[in-house]
């Protein structure tokens, strides 16, 4: 599968922001797809995930409340929306698919077999 985020931008803090991950073919749906960011000068780092089977969500301690994760199959696509955004979001964001993947592996990064290309989120103050 092939992916491709988009949607970032220069945003304020306390504003919101979509991310969109539009993923190629058929078998889309049988993919966890993850989010994660990588923030100036540091390593990337888990957001939020979303499995194949059930729909169930994950999310880092430091966006819990505040992110949704979700996903339409039927556009093959999956959304990040970012509510109440802080200058600690800022970074590249990358989607990534892992085919069935589990919950329990959502947060490794060797996980995922593909990875979109990224998209920058910038909040600032």
């Known amino acids: 599968v092939q992916l491709q985020a988009y949607g970032g931008g220069l945003v304020k803090t306390g504003d919101s922001l979509r991310l969109s991950c539009a993923g190629s073919?058929?078998?889309?749906?049988?993919?966890?797809i993850s989010w994660f960011r990588q923030p100036p000068g540091k390593e990337r780092e888990f957001v939020a995930a979303?499995?194949?089977?059930?729909?169930?969500?994950y999310y880092a301690d430091s966006v819990k409340g505040r992110f949704t994760i979700s996903r339409d199959n039927t556009k093959n696509t999956v959304y990040l929306q970012m509510n109440s955004l802080e200058s600690e979001d800022t970074g590249v964001y990358y989607c990534?698919?892992?085919?069935?993947?589990?919950?329990?592996?959502?947060?490794?990064?060797?996980?995922?077999?593909?990875w979109g290309q990224g998209t920058q989120v910038t909040v600032s103050s």
């Open positions: 990534a698919a892992e085919r069935y993947g589990s919950g329990s592996s959502v947060r490794g990064q060797s996980e995922y077999d593909y």
């Open positions: 073919g058929r078998s889309f749906s049988t993919y966890t």
């Open positions: 979303i499995t194949w089977s059930t729909g169930s969500t």
